[in-house]
Protein backbone atom coordinates (compact mmCIF):
# COMPACT_ATOMS: atom_id res chain seq x y z
CA UNK A 1 0.00 0.00 0.00
CA UNK A 2 1.43 3.62 -0.25
CA UNK A 3 2.38 6.12 1.70
CA UNK A 4 -0.03 8.37 0.35
CA UNK A 5 -3.11 9.80 1.87
CA UNK A 6 -6.30 10.96 1.47
CA UNK A 7 -8.50 13.40 4.12
CA UNK A 8 -11.46 11.41 5.69
CA UNK A 9 -14.31 13.27 7.06
CA UNK A 10 -16.89 11.26 8.56
CA UNK A 11 -20.46 13.70 9.57
CA UNK A 12 -23.70 12.82 11.45
CA UNK A 13 -26.27 14.96 12.68
CA UNK A 14 -24.86 14.97 16.00
CA UNK A 15 -21.24 15.07 15.71
CA UNK A 16 -17.85 14.93 13.43
CA UNK A 17 -17.37 11.17 13.72
CA UNK A 18 -14.04 11.37 12.67
CA UNK A 19 -11.70 14.26 10.60
CA UNK A 20 -8.19 12.29 9.80
CA UNK A 21 -6.38 11.20 7.08
CA UNK A 22 -6.46 7.38 5.57
CA UNK A 23 -4.43 5.79 2.73
CA UNK A 24 -7.55 3.66 2.46
CA UNK A 25 -11.13 3.45 2.85
CA UNK A 26 -13.54 0.40 2.55
CA UNK A 27 -17.35 1.07 3.04
CA UNK A 28 -21.00 -0.38 2.32
CA UNK A 29 -22.67 0.90 -0.54
CA UNK A 30 -26.30 -0.08 -1.91
CA UNK A 31 -24.06 -1.04 -5.05
CA UNK A 32 -21.55 -3.34 -2.97
CA UNK A 33 -18.50 -2.92 -1.15
CA UNK A 34 -15.99 -0.17 -2.89
CA UNK A 35 -12.13 0.45 -1.66
CA UNK A 36 -11.08 4.06 -1.88
CA UNK A 37 -7.46 4.94 -2.18
CA UNK A 38 -5.41 8.27 -3.25
CA UNK A 39 -6.76 9.62 -6.84
CA UNK A 40 -9.84 7.85 -7.05
CA UNK A 41 -12.06 8.65 -9.36
CA UNK A 42 -14.86 11.27 -8.08
CA UNK A 43 -17.71 9.12 -6.56
CA UNK A 44 -21.44 9.97 -5.08
CA UNK A 45 -22.96 6.75 -3.75
CA UNK A 46 -25.78 5.78 -1.14
CA UNK A 47 -24.23 3.86 2.01
CA UNK A 48 -26.01 0.92 3.51
CA UNK A 49 -25.71 -0.50 6.60
CA UNK A 50 -22.56 -1.58 7.55
CA UNK A 51 -18.70 -1.01 8.51
CA UNK A 52 -16.55 1.44 7.62
CA UNK A 53 -12.94 0.14 7.51
CA UNK A 54 -10.24 3.19 8.21
CA UNK A 55 -6.74 2.13 7.42
CA UNK A 56 -4.10 4.76 7.95
CA UNK A 57 0.05 3.36 7.82
CA UNK A 58 -0.48 -0.04 10.02
CA UNK A 59 -3.49 1.62 11.93
CA UNK A 60 -6.82 0.18 11.05
CA UNK A 61 -9.94 0.91 12.57
CA UNK A 62 -13.03 0.21 11.74
CA UNK A 63 -17.11 1.88 12.71
CA UNK A 64 -20.83 1.23 12.28
CA UNK A 65 -22.47 3.46 9.70
CA UNK A 66 -26.35 3.70 9.40
CA UNK A 67 -27.23 4.72 5.54
CA UNK A 68 -26.35 8.18 4.15
CA UNK A 69 -24.12 9.00 1.61
CA UNK A 70 -20.31 8.74 0.64
CA UNK A 71 -18.48 11.78 -1.65
CA UNK A 72 -14.79 11.20 -3.06
CA UNK A 73 -13.52 14.09 -5.01
CA UNK A 74 -9.90 15.60 -4.88
CA UNK A 75 -8.11 12.65 -2.36
CA UNK A 76 -11.09 14.33 0.23
CA UNK A 77 -13.45 11.65 1.27
CA UNK A 78 -16.67 12.54 3.02
CA UNK A 79 -19.05 10.15 4.69
CA UNK A 80 -22.51 11.47 5.43
CA UNK A 81 -24.44 8.85 8.06
CA UNK A 82 -27.38 8.86 9.97
CA UNK A 83 -25.12 7.46 12.83
CA UNK A 84 -21.77 6.23 13.37
CA UNK A 85 -20.34 4.26 16.38
CA UNK A 86 -16.79 2.80 17.35
CA UNK A 87 -17.36 -0.57 18.29
CA UNK A 88 -16.44 0.34 22.17
CA UNK A 89 -19.29 3.00 21.84
CA UNK A 90 -22.14 0.09 20.78
CA UNK A 91 -23.94 -1.47 24.15
CA UNK A 92 -24.22 -4.96 23.49
CA UNK A 93 -27.56 -5.57 25.76
CA UNK A 94 -29.21 -2.16 24.08
CA UNK A 95 -28.11 -3.73 20.26
CA UNK A 96 -29.52 -7.70 21.65
CA UNK A 97 -32.66 -6.33 22.52
CA UNK A 98 -32.88 -4.08 19.28
CA UNK A 99 -32.69 -7.20 17.05
CA UNK A 100 -35.32 -9.22 19.24
CA UNK A 101 -38.00 -6.78 18.96
CA UNK A 102 -37.55 -6.30 15.39
CA UNK A 103 -37.23 -10.16 14.96
CA UNK A 104 -40.87 -10.28 17.34
CA UNK A 105 -41.92 -7.46 15.05
CA UNK A 106 -41.43 -9.40 11.68
CA UNK A 107 -42.84 -12.69 13.31
CA UNK A 108 -45.63 -11.42 14.33
CA UNK A 109 -46.86 -9.73 11.15
CA UNK A 110 -49.81 -7.20 12.32
CA UNK A 111 -51.39 -5.72 9.86
CA UNK A 112 -50.38 -2.39 10.40
CA UNK A 113 -46.34 -3.36 10.09
CA UNK A 114 -43.97 -1.34 8.35
CA UNK A 115 -42.26 -4.26 6.94
CA UNK A 116 -39.34 -2.25 5.43
CA UNK A 117 -38.62 -0.44 8.79
CA UNK A 118 -38.58 -3.75 10.60
CA UNK A 119 -36.24 -5.08 8.20
CA UNK A 120 -34.19 -2.06 8.46
CA UNK A 121 -34.18 -2.26 12.25
CA UNK A 122 -33.16 -5.31 12.53
CA UNK A 123 -30.23 -5.44 9.69
CA UNK A 124 -28.95 -2.08 12.05
CA UNK A 125 -28.97 -4.58 15.25
CA UNK A 126 -27.21 -7.36 13.50
CA UNK A 127 -24.39 -4.48 12.29
CA UNK A 128 -24.28 -3.28 15.98
CA UNK A 129 -23.60 -6.80 17.41
CA UNK A 130 -21.42 -7.80 14.19
CA UNK A 131 -19.12 -4.67 15.14
CA UNK A 132 -19.26 -5.46 18.89
CA UNK A 133 -18.16 -9.16 17.88
CA UNK A 134 -14.67 -7.90 15.94
CA UNK A 135 -13.86 -5.99 18.98
Excluded at 22 to 29: E, P, S
Excluded at 40 to 60: A, C, F, R, T
Excluded at 79 to 102: G, H, M, V, Y
Excluded at 115 to 135: H, P, V
Amino acid sequence: MSDKKMKLNIVTPSRNFYDGEANMVIVKTVDGEVGIMPDHIPLVSILDVGMVEIKDGNQEKSATVNMGFIQVVNNEVSIFTDSAEWPEEIDLNRAQSAKERAEQRLKEKAADLDQKRAELALKRALNRINAKGTY
